[in-house]
């Protein structure tokens, strides 16, 4: 998957001749699944039409502040346009655009986008031979540099004029791989193996019955996928869930019980750099499985249960440089037995959340957490979407291997 995926992209065209090129390099980025949004300078609709951009695209194609065609015409709102993307990425750029871009300029909608974004900035040259080597726009280019704004570096070959150098805006296929690797290297988890257990533990009674629990998995599945997308090498142990990952690049292992689980986690334990273990796993299983469906017959039936291994506690013990977090879903002093449940298994982290509060607990989309951490700091967040709660965890995880 790519790391565009999901991504929106503000693609500013200008007047050059490479403008032709935008529309193989729209098509690219929707493939890459991002969502494009094209802003072009008034003289680049000579080139390209905004007809075919915004077929490719499937989002308006914008070049002035209003329609000045519609009698109805409503503002273009620049801001609310830089604001919106992730990223904007300017291609062709040319000298004329990228000078204006360095002084401030701001004549046109491209420019008044590029001066309220923020957002990174790629801006790909095409221009002559000549007018790449001049010194007025070496001068530009380091102008840019110092603002933070991205070069992708034109190549050398045969320019409109006829002559060959450097100087030929990238190719649409370099432009969409230098972003992918340019954001990947940046990924604040790139390097980092998170292990994610997810989802219940079913502890076998007999072939048909089980002894489980409401989770759906969803907290962790959410984790999983977020810290792929934050560059990490993702293991994820799962049981019986059927929520399904977004990111492809999770490498998911599926278990059944607790026992599996536990043989899993401590499998790849040792490799990993972080452990978030959320899955909710059974205490107690059956001391003896039948291996026929047991019939139902007159008075009760009384199964003897023995205490599950404790994943988290074993892997507390032997836990070395990894960063190790913990969940606790407690109904009762809930602040109290996490801080006891943290000290006891040697955890970094405790993520603590109450069966009382409104919007917690099992198979929502939402959770409602309270971080409690090492050093007795209690962090407590409002009702959130798992997804956000997802990200609250890692990037609090990401501040501490940067503390």
């Not at 949004?37 to 695209?57: D, G, H, I, R």
């Not at 230098?178 to 998170?194: H, N, S």
Request: proline share 4%.
């Amino acid at each position: 998957m790519s790391v565009l995926s999901g991504k929106k992209i503000v693609l500013g065209i200008t007047a050059g001749i490479a403008a032709y090129k935008t529309t193989f390099l729209v098509r690219l980025f929707v493939k890459a699944g991002a969502e494009v949004k094209v802003v072009m300078t008034p003289s680049a609709k000579e080139f390209v039409t905004p007809l075919t951009l915004s077929t490719l695209s499937k989002n308006e194609v914008h070049s002035s502040f209003t329609n000045e065609d519609d009698e109805n015409a409503q503002w273009n709102n620049h801001v609310a346009l830089a604001l919106w993307a992730d990223f904007f990425i300017i291609a062709p750029a040319t000298a004329n655009t990228l000078s204006k871009m360095a002084h401030g300029t701001c004549d046109n909608l491209l420019l008044a986008v590029y001066l309220s974004a923020k957002c990174p900035v790629y801006y790909a040259p095409a221009m002559d031979l000549d007018m790449y080597q001049h010194p007025s726009t070496k001068e530009t280019f380091e102008k840019l540099t110092s603002f933070g704004n991205i070069q992708i570096p034109a190549t050398h070959g045969e320019l409109a004029s006829g002559l060959v150098g450097q100087g030929r805006m990238a190719e649409p296929e370099d432009i969409v791989a230098f972003i992918e690797k340019d954001i990947a290297e940046k990924l604040p988890l790139r390097g980092k193996k998170v292990l994610i257990t997810a989802g219940p533990t079913y502890e076998a009674i007999d072939p048909v019955r089980f002894i489980g629990n409401h989770s759906s998995g969803k907290m962790g599945y959410a984790i999983a996928d977020e810290a792929a997308n934050l560059g990490a090498e993702v293991i994820l142990v799962s049981g019986p869930s059927s929520v399904l990952l977004k990111n492809p690049t999770v490498h998911k292992i599926s278990v059944t019980s607790a026992q599996e689980m536990y043989v899993s986690v401590h499998e790849h334990f040792s490799q990993c750099d972080v452990a978030i273990l959320s899955a909710a796993v059974a205490d107690y299983r059956p001391v003896s499985v039948a291996s026929e469906k047991i019939k139902k017959k007159e008075g009760n039936l009384t199964l003897q249960l023995e205490k599950t291994q404790d994943i988290l506690a074993s892997i507390g013990k032997i836990k070395e440089k990894q960063f190790l977090v913990g969940f606790a879903l407690e109904t009762q002093n809930e602040l109290e037995n996490a801080k006891i449940k943290l000290e006891k298994k040697n955890l970094d982290l405790i993520v603590l959340n109450s069966l009382r509060d409104k919007g917690a607990g099992f198979k929502g989309e939402t959770n409602k957490v309270t971080f409690v951490a090492k050093d007795n700091k209690v962090v407590p967040f409002s009702v959130k979407p798992k997804t956000e709660v997802a990200k609250d965890i890692l990037q609090y995880i990401i501040a501490q291997f940067h503390a």
